[in-house]
């Protein structure tokens, strides 16, 4: 089992840069594969990016891609996401999450753990 909670959100102008973290309780964090997923008002929970239990396999969303960074320090029990070039329409409670594979993948309903969400606000 692990915890997870997200941190690093807020307000920032469109084209500015945040970056996410997820700190994990646990003791086998870098079994896990891990997850970003995001949410807006009206609309389903999104895949955003996914990293592989050591980081050795990243997938995108293709809204993302080239813009999002995904990474994770297991020394740390961190992940991270880091975003550039924001748009507004990347605004979004953000959720980092944990799947009992090893290899991440892109639906939501395949994670077992999820924080409690961090929002990100990007401004016109």
């Known amino acids: 089992q692990v915890q997870l909670v997200e941190s690093g959100g807020g307000l920032v102008q469109a084209g500015g840069s945040l970056r996410l973290n997820c700190a994990a309780s646990g003791r086998t964090f870098s079994s896990y594969g891990m997850g970003w997923f995001r949410q807006a008002p009206g609309k389903e929970r999104e895949f955003v990016a996914a990293?592989?239990?050591?980081?050795?396999?990243?997938n995108y969303a293709d809204s993302v891609k080239g813009r999002f960074t995904i990474s994770r320090d297991n020394a740390k029990n961190t992940m991270y996401l880091q975003m550039n070039s924001l748009k507004p329409e990347d605004t979004a409670v953000y959720y980092c999450?944990?799947?009992?594979?090893?290899?991440?993948?892109?639906?939501?309903?395949?994670?077992?753990?999820w924080g409690q969400g961090t929002q990100v606000t990007v401004s016109s």
């Open positions: 990293i592989s239990g050591r980081g050795g396999t990243t």
């Open positions: 999450a944990a799947d009992d594979t090893y290899y991440p993948g892109r639906l939501a309903a395949e994670y077992d753990y």
